[in-house]
């Protein structure tokens, strides 16, 4: 693996994912996309691509509801970020946690715009644990079916099984380490 890589964390769960994977032997650009200010100033400061996409909470569940003009969601600024953050990168992961409105709604349209750009993009996610509900399964189930049609692979990881092989001391931080270790198996054996 070289720096022909890029990882984008994409949402809080995404970003969180990143920082994790940040701490690994990885030799990658790393870079944050959210839509939250205080997430992408308080990650770790190896992270420093970090794109801010200026949509709230109802913007982002008002396309993921109804989908519209993707240009109001990643607008001329944030395309051109991505393109100077991934010239040199010719594999792209994209990192997120399945069920959230964020990761929901930006990855897809990111996925895209990278395919435009000729590059390959496999896409990391998980499926939501049980007890979240079933309007983030539904998220979660509707995102999959997007990135599925855009990614040249799609990985997704079910947070229940993650979840059944803790012990019973663990907590959600060992949880997420467990996830970030499994994408990182993943991320090595694919690119």
Do not use: H
Not at 103 to 110: D, E, M, Q, R, Y
């Amino acid at each position: 693996m070289n720096k022909k890589c890029c990882i984008i964390g994409i949402g809080g769960g995404g970003c969180k994912m990143l920082e994790l994977l940040a701490e690994s032997d990885l030799l990658c650009t790393l870079i944050a996309v959210n839509n939250e200010k205080g997430t992408l100033n308080f990650l770790d400061s190896c992270i420093t691509n970090k794109i801010y996409v200026n949509k709230d909470q109802e913007a982002l569940k008002g396309y993921l509801e109804n989908p519209y003009n993707e240009e109001n969601i990643l607008d001329e600024n944030i395309k051109n970020n991505l393109y100077e953050l991934t010239k040199d990168c010719n594999e792209i992961a994209i990192v997120m946690t399945g069920g959230g409105v964020t990761g929901g709604t930006i990855a897809p349209i990111i996925a895209k715009y990278l395919k435009s750009l000729s590059k390959t993009v496999v896409a990391f996610t998980t499926l939501p644990f049980t007890f979240e509900g079933k309007k983030r399964e539904k998220i979660a189930r509707k995102t999959i079916e997007n990135l599925e049609e855009i990614c040249d692979q799609i990985e997704v990881i079910d947070n229940n099984k993650i979840l059944k092989s803790l012990n019973k001391n663990d907590n959600m931080d060992d949880l997420n380490v467990k996830l970030s270790n499994i994408i990182l198996r993943k991320i090595k054996n694919i690119f």
